[in-house]
């Protein structure tokens, strides 16, 4: 509108522009809605009796790109099928979000661990950076939708501030746990339950 419709260079830059936006209003959007009938119960979980080793393999191959742009090693540490009985789908959501996380958060040639083990009658889950962790202060509340540690910074990595709270209600609607762990200049470790398949 300004003049820049026939300069290539400049009208480009701006679809460019324009496009990010969009998709980054679709991403709050497609949250948004999520969250909302989760916490009203819309959605229902449908579990069935499935390989968590598998879905997490197939998760890390998705992710591996992204980790490789931040040089973040995804380190496995688990072996053979493990199953679960849970929603495939809610959980590859859980996965996703919470490796995610660890990638952006964490530091640059950092790591993240994905660790998969059977305890009694539930399978626990555990993902760990080493990054810059959490002040304790901010631990009690990082579940709450829209609720950001570091404000600035999560705006600029164009978070939508409810990742963890569509984490901690799929695991909810589960009826199983999810914890977070971290140290300051250490790093953080989210761990979740699941029912053993």
Do not use: M, W
């Not at 324009?18 to 948004?32: F, N, Q």
């Not at 390989?51 to 931040?70: M, Y």
């Amino acid at each position: 509108l300004e003049g820049g419709l026939e300069d290539e260079a400049v009208n480009r830059r701006f679809l460019e522009r324009a496009s990010k936006g969009v998709d980054r209003i679709t991403h709050i959007l497609d949250d948004l809605d999520t969250i909302t009938r989760l916490e009203s119960s819309q959605i229902e979980i449908h579990q069935t009796k499935f390989s968590i080793t598998e879905l997490a393999n197939e998760i890390i191959d998705d992710l591996q790109l992204r980790a490789n742009k931040k040089s973040v090693h995804l380190k496995k540490i688990f072996q053979g099928e493990i199953f679960v009985k849970a929603d495939r789908g809610r959980i590859a959501q859980v996965f996703t979000n919470l490796i995610t996380n660890s990638i952006h958060y964490g530091k640059e040639q950092g790591e993240t661990e994905i660790r998969i083990y059977k305890l009694d009658n539930v399978v626990s889950i555990e993902i760990s950076d080493n990054g810059g962790g959490i002040n304790e202060e901010h631990l009690p509340r990082l579940f709450e939708r829209f609720y950001r540690v570091d404000k600035s910074r999560a705006r600029h990595e164009g978070g939508t501030g409810l990742g963890l709270a569509i984490v901690k209600h799929i695991i909810d609607s589960h009826d199983q746990t999810i914890a977070v762990r971290s140290t300051v200049d250490v790093g953080s470790t989210f761990t979740f339950t699941l029912e053993k398949g």
